[in-house]
C-alpha cells in the first residue's frame, strides 16, 4: 500500500528560524513526491516535487526538499521563515497515474 | 492569479436543491479533477477526466454528477446533498495523464459549499 504520514499537524518556528516539516512515505514502486502549501481560503500551489532525478529538490520561495530512500522520507526546509510562509502544507504521494494522495497536513505558524 | 477559475466561490444551497459548481482552465490541459476538502483535513479525490472521458471515479455518491464538456470546462451537478457534503470542492488540472503525468496538480481557488 502507498501512503504519506506528516508528524506534526502544527509547527511554530520564529521569524528568521529554519522550517523543518517532516513527510515519510511507504511506497512499493518508486514514489513521485509533492509538497504543497495552501493559503487560507486558496486552493493549493505545488512547492517542489521529486520525480527520480536528484535527491535534493529546490522549490518556489525558498524551500526544499531531500529525498532520503534509506528513511523513506521527504522532509521540507526553509532556512530562515517568513511571515508570509504562514500556511498549510500537505505532503503528497502519486499513486496511480492521475491520483495524488495527500497527507493529512501541517499548519506552520511563523512568529515575529 | 490562478489559472483555474471556479465559480461560485460561495454557495448555500437546501438539500432539495439542485446546482452546479464550474472550473474552468484555458492551459490546454488535458486531465481535469475534482476534490473534495473539509475543515482541517486534505484533500480527497473525487473524479479523474481525460480527455474529456471520466476514468477515475472514487465511489462518490450518485448525489454528485461530473460533466466535461469540452476539454477546458468541467462542472460538478449537485442534487439532494446532505449537510455532511458541505466542504471546500477544488478543481484541478494537469497537463499529463497517463503514465507521463508526474503529478504536477493546478489547483483553483476553490468553491466553498454549505447545505443546510
New interface residues.
Given amino acids: 500500500a502507498q501512503s504519506v504520514t506528516q508528524l506534526g499537524s502544527h509547527v511554530s518556528v520564529s521569524e528568521g528560524a529554519l522550517v523543518l516539516l517532516r513527510c515519510n512515505y511507504s511506497s512499493s514502486v518508486p514514489p513521485?513526491l509533492?509538497w504543497y502549501v495552501q493559503y487560507p481560503?486558496?486552493?493549493?500551489?505545488?512547492l517542489l516535487?521529486y520525480?527520480s532525478a536528484a535527491t535534493l529538490v529546490k522549490g518556489i520561495n525558498g524551500f526544499e526538499a531531500e529525498f532520503k530512500k534509506s528513511e523513506t522520507s521527504f522532509h521540507l526546509t526553509k532556512p530562515s521563515a517568513h511571515m508570509s510562509d504562514a500556511a498549510e502544507y500537505?505532503c503528497?504521494l502519486?499513486t496511480?497515474?492521475?491520483?495524488?494522495f495527500?497527507?493529512?497536513?501541517t499548519r506552520l505558524t511563523v512568529i515575529p | 492569479d490562478?489559472e483555474?477559475t471556479?465559480t461560485p466561490k460561495h454557495l448555500v444551497m437546501g438539500m432539495t436543491n439542485k446546482k452546479s459548481l464550474k472550473c474552468e482552465q484555458h492551459m490546454g490541459h488535458r486531465?481535469m479533477?475534482w476534490y473534495k476538502q473539509k475543515a482541517?483535513?486534505?484533500?480527497?479525490?473525487m473524479f479523474?477526466y481525460?480527455y474529456e472521458k471520466l476514468?477515475?471515479n472514487e465511489s462518490v455518491p450518485s448525489r454528485f454528477s461530473p460533466e466535461c464538456p469540452n476539454s477546458s470546462l468541467l462542472n460538478l451537478h449537485l442534487h439532494a446533498l446532505q449537510p455532511e457534503d458541505s466542504a471546500l470542492y477544488?478543481c484541478?488540472s494537469?497537463s499529463k495523464?497517463?503514465?507521463a503525468?508526474?503529478?504536477?496538480?493546478?489547483?483553483?481557488?476553490?468553491s466553498?459549499l454549505t447545505v443546510l
Fill in positions: 513521485y509533492f481560503n486558496q486552493g493549493l500551489q505545488l516535487k520525480t500537505f503528497a502519486q496511480g497515474a492521475n491520483n495524488l495527500f497527507g493529512t497536513g | 490562478t483555474v471556479q486531465a479533477y482541517k483535513k486534505p484533500p480527497e479525490l479523474v481525460s476514468s477515475i477544488l484541478a494537469s495523464i497517463g503514465r503525468n508526474t503529478g504536477e496538480l493546478f489547483f483553483g481557488e476553490g466553498r
